[in-house]
């Protein structure tokens, strides 16, 4: 059978988050870039013919094409044996789909979108231009929603106790890239204890140093 590729980037949280459930499941996998060198290729004909909104990740494996990083961590964690990624109990995997849904719809706008991104995609197009207005009025929000995420991680270490699943997969690079990308990330998280715990339960476990981006290991 083919090698499962997991196609993109090592910088982006959704290709960590795809490459943290093959880790997880004890998938082997591939990192690919399909051709790609750079940002400006996630519009090419080669790429849109694997994502055709022109994002990071795509999975191939044989002649299955998949996007969309939960579909992703569903397929993976469908087709091969392991540890299941979705929890057993029926509310429990609503509650995930909660998660998944709220983090890649407002955590990822406030955190990733308004805030990392803006420190990381100046970094990787050599501008070097940080848009420190955007930054600035991202931080109320990054700050809500860490409480709200602090409060739903108040059992933890992970959204459903001990066990990590799809949405933790989802929640840990964002957290990973606030901490270590930008410099309002360890007094941000200071106030959110729980979700430091979240990320510290992650760095115990050898998905997290498995993933980790080149470009984190360099700000290390
Ligand atoms: N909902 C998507 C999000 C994917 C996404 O936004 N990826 C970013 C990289 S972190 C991207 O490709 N951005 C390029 C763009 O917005 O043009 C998923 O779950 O895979």
Redesign the pocket.
Known sequence: MAKLEIIGFDV????RAARIACEEKGVAYELTTNGMTG?GD?KSDKHLKLHPF????AMRHGDVVL????AIARYVDGMFDGPALVPDDALEAARMEQWVCAL?DYATRSVMGRCVNQYVIPQLTGSGKVDRATIDASIPDIRDHLAILNKALSKGPFLHGKVPYIDDFILMPMIDGLVVVAPEGPGLLEGAPNVARHRKAFQDRPSYAATIPQMFRKAA
């Not at 982006?12 to 290709?15: A, H, M, P």
């Not at 996007?67 to 939960?70: G, L, V």
């Open positions: 982006s949280n959704w290709v940002l996630l022109g994002r990071i990740p996007f969309e990083t939960a890649m």
